[in-house]
């Protein structure tokens, strides 16, 4: 089943996504700094990642305890 209709892997992709996008832009700060275009969705997801990092630790969290318990 594809990530797209299936709402838990879904959650899980989105969560990968700024996880890795963050953590590019801290290692190549010089790779996000482009704001628009089809690098401009990578620098936004950094971002995401960057300023609400406790919910999306709290996310991560969460979705590891889920995948062990499911």
């Known amino acids: ?3 797209l ?3 838990h892997s879904f959650l899980t ?3 990968l996504v700024i996880c890795t996008c963050t953590f ?3 290692q190549f700060p010089t790779f996000l700094e482009h704001r628009t275009g089809f690098r401009g969705f990578f620098w936004k997801a950094a971002r995401i990642g960057e300023r609400l990092s406790p919910w999306v630790a709290l996310g991560c969290f969460a ?3 889920s995948f062990i318990i499911l």
């Open 1 to 3: 089943m594809s990530a």
């Open 5 to 7: 209709f299936n709402f």
């Open 13 to 15: 992709v989105v969560l």
């Open 24 to 26: 590019v832009k801290m």
């Open 63 to 65: 979705m590891g305890i």
